[in-house]
């Protein structure tokens, strides 16, 4: 998909989001898609695949500072419908976002829902993955694993599972002081990879500072995935704004782009969640 035209906002499609300076506005928008099957079960209650739909992006645009100015569904149709709007309703009001539009179809087989987010720049220049810098310390938001041990069934965590929420005042709060930030979608050693990549430089973790929802399996919880905390760099001599944990440090860019627990890490694969 890079070799098709690319407009500079689409930042090489290597960020959470896309940016686009229209006079002295900066808008933020990203689009995230949920498919029946993969990423919620068919059966299952749809105010919870809404409310999700909703978070996820939100949770893009958290990660570049945005404050959100509204959402675009693509729905398509079927059972659960009336649940879907119910849980849509409860998002848009706990994140006070509005609808702006969409697109309902019929579809015969699995179905899938679309969401774009847009948003409003709260800082320039808009954080970006790719600004790691040499010295930097490594930090991230909540616990990790959450989402994991609540898809397994623990009532404790289930909310964190089927109801994240998106960090969007901590991304804010945080934009006029990071280097580097994105959301941890796929797995903080996945993500983290993928920062180092794109900044130029390698990113050590010290895997014992990583808060985790289970001590017992911290190596899955740093994995799994779907926990959309914030996962940011910033200067070593500036404190951090808001709740987070220092798991790590910038260093000069060596042949591996992640290094855990002072081991080399080149290879992604089976760092994360890859899709
Ligand atoms: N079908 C597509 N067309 C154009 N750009 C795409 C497409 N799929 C992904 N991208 C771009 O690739 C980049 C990375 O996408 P990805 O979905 O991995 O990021 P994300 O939204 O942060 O993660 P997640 O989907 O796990 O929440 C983004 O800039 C995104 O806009
Ligand atoms: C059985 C099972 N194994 C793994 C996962 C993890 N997982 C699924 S979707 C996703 C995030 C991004 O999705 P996408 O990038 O497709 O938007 C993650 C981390 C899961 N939910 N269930
Ligand atoms: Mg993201």
């Known amino acids: 998909m890079r070799k098709l035209p690319l407009h500079p906002g689409a930042r090489g499609l290597d960020d959470d989001c896309a940016i686009l300076e229209i006079g002295n506005e900066t808008l933020i928008l990203t689009h995230d898609m949920m498919a ?90 808009v954080p970006s993955r790719c600004g790691a810098q040499i010295g930097d310390q490594l930090y991230v938001t909540g616990l990790l694993g959450c989402a994991m041990l ?24 945080l934009a006029p002081h990071v280097s580097a930030m994105m959301d941890i979608s796929d797995g903080l050693m996945l993500d983290t990879f993928r920062m180092a990549s794109a900044s130029e430089v390698s990113i050590a973790i010290d895997s014992a500072l990583v808060p985790v929802a289970s001590n017992k399996r911290r190596n899955e919880c740093m994995r799994w995935g779907e926990d959309y905390e914030l996962l940011f760099t910033l200067p070593l001599e500036t404190e951090p704004p808001v709740d987070c944990m220092r798991i790590g440090t910038v260093e000069p860019q060596g042949f591996a782009p992640l290094i855990f627990d002072s081991n080399p890490v080149v290879n992604p694969e089976g760092l994360g969640y890859q899709h």
């Open 36 to 125: 029946e099957g993969t990423h919620f079960q068919e059966g299952g209650d749809l105010a919870d695949a809404a409310w999700k739909l909703v978070a996820v992006n939100l949770s893009d645009l958290a990660s570049k500072g945005a404050e959100p100015i509204g959402l675009l569904l693509g729905h398509s149709l079927g059972s659960g419908d009336e649940r879907f709007l119910e849980g849509l309703y409860e998002a848009l009001s706990a994140h006070d976002v509005p609808l702006l539009g969409g697109d309902t179809i019929k579809t015969t087989g699995k179905r899938a829902f679309g969401l774009t987010a847009i948003g409003r720049a709260s800082h320039t220049p």
């Open 150 to 173: 609540g898809f397994e069934g623990d009532p404790e965590h289930l909310a964190a599972y089927n109801r994240p929420t998106p960090r969007l005042i901590e991304g804010q709060a």
